[in-house]
């Protein structure tokens, strides 16, 4: 959803840009490219290895671009280093980026055999591994249900819980088969495969995704220049559901204005060529002016 990223953050010379989630630098270079020189942007994200292919797509852009190697929850403290006051526009790209799931040793998915790990940020000390092998029954259900929406959560849970007695689990392929075992027949064969919701669940709760989401949105509007606007990119109801009520609640107190009152997605055209994209949900709002926070 480029082009509705960079309609709806409305790039203009002069402006300063916060990418919270930088990943492999995609939507910064087209930024970037969007106005002149003058235009710059502050670059977060808490996988290294992102960060450093990002430098390197990025580097023709010299000091535009400041780099933090740091989780969005945290863009306050980038902001304060970087000494540039509040920002004209804000970027969030939730989720696991396609590199990320693509790379085995990443363990982000049950489609290639890899290492249980799922962190982001790989000095986090705890992995999905962690949690398959020691969490109880109840809690792993619980997660399951909760984070990944999974009607089959207890069943799985059981089904784990039994598996790690006899053998530790520390493969994508050794859960995806626990779980593919666990269901029932005729339930093997939906539209999503039956590890897909499990493995979601692990990957939010080992991430702290929602935390952070929550920490970000408690705190955006005092760095957001009045006039400035926010485009955040969600790709499950966990997600796009804190951004609606954040986005409203502000509205109703006058502190937002929203661009549309229905996300936007992909197109067709984009779905047939990304389809990764197909659950993407864009909000974008605009920072209100004191003028109108006071009416």
Known sequence: MLAEVLEGLHIAPGKVFLD?????????????????ATVKLIGLDRDANALASAKQRLTSYGERIMY???????????????QLGQVDGMLLDLGVSSPQLDKSERGFSFRQAGPLDMRMDQSLSTTAADIVNTYPENELADILYQLGDERLSRRYA??????????????TEQLENIIWKATPSRSRHGRLHPA????QALRIH?????????????KFLSFLKPGGRIAII???????????QCFRQAKQHKQLELISKKPLVPTEEEINSNPRARSAKLRIAIRSTPSEESL
Do not use: M, P, W
Request: net charge negative; proline share 0%.
């Open 196 to 199: 897909t919701r499990s493995f």
């Open 158 to 171: 059981r089904a784990i819980v039994e598996a790690r007695q006899q053998q530790l689990i520390t493969t």
């Open 206 to 218: 080992v991430n702290q995704e929602l935390t952070e989401l929550d920490n970000f949105l408690s």
């Open 234 to 244: 969600s790709y499950h109801s966990l997600e796009d559901r804190r951004v609606k």
């Open 20 to 36: 919270g989630t930088l990943g492999f630098g995609g939507h910064a270079e087209a930024i970037l490219k969007a106005a002149d």
């Open 68 to 82: 933090f190697h740091t989780s969005f929850q945290h863009f306050d403290e980038a902001i304060e280093q970087t």
